[in-house]
C-alpha cells in the first residue's frame, strides 16, 4: 500500500486524496492503467462525503469526473443515510448499479448537528463548547462516551482544538 500524494506511483493498494483524483495528470495515469489491463476497480470509501461535504468543499462536486473512466467503481459508507442514496445516483449519474445495504443497530452511535447563531468564530467556537457540555449532561451513557467535531477547513480545525484544548485530526 502506498499513498499517491508521496510517491507518484501506483501499487496493489494505492490511497488518493479526493483532490488528486481530480486532476487531469491523474485521470490520465488512471486511464493509461485501464488501458493496459492494470487497474481492477476504484473503491472510493465514506462516499457519503460527496453530498454532506459538498456545501462547503467544492471539489466533491468534480468527482462526478472520475465516474466516466471505464472500470469498476465500488462506494463503501458505513453511515450513508437512506435520504441520501438517490441525491448520490442522482448527482454521479450512477443508474446501473448494485446497492448493498445492512443493517446497523449500534445504540452506542449517534449524529447530532447544529448551525451556529453567531457569525464570529470565537462565538462560534464557544456556542461549540456549550452545546458538547449539554450533550454531555444529556446524552452520554459513560465517561467513555466520545464526540467528534466535524470542521469545514484545517483553520477551523485548528482554532476549535485549540480553544477547548481538544485533540486534532485531518
Known amino acids: 500500500c502506498n499513498i499517491f500524494e508521496d ?85 454521479l449519474n450512477l443508474f446501473d448499479l448494485s446497492i448493498i445495504r445492512s443493517d446497523c443497530c449500534r445504540l452506542n452511535i449517534s449524529y447530532r448537528a447544529k448551525a451556529y447563531i453567531s457569525n464570529k468564530e470565537e462565538e462560534r467556537v464557544l456556542e461549540i463548547q456549550e452545546y458538547i457540555n449539554s450533550f454531555k449532561v444529556k446524552e452520554f451513557l459513560s465517561l467513555e462516551d466520545k464526540i467528534i467535531i466535524f470542521c469545514p477547513s484545517i483553520k477551523d480545525i485548528n482554532l476549535v482544538a485549540t480553544t477547548l484544548n481538544y485533540s486534532k485530526y485531518y
Not at 507518484?8 to 492503467?33: G, H
Not at 462525503?49 to 471505464?70: A, D, G, H, N, Q
Open 7 to 91: 510517491t507518484r506511483t501506483f501499487n496493489n493498494l494505492t490511497l488518493v486524496s479526493i483532490e488528486t483524483i481530480v486532476s487531469s495528470r491523474f485521470i490520465s495515469l488512471v486511464e493509461e492503467l485501464i488501458n493496459s489491463s492494470s487497474l481492477d476497480r476504484i473503491i472510493i470509501d465514506e462516499v457519503h462525503l460527496i453530498i454532506s461535504s459538498s456545501t462547503y468543499r467544492s471539489i466533491m462536486f468534480r468527482v462526478r469526473e472520475l465516474f466516466l473512466l471505464k472500470v469498476q467503481f465500488i462506494l463503501l459508507s458505513s453511515t450513508l443515510p437512506s435520504s441520501f442514496e438517490l441525491e448520490l445516483i442522482n448527482s
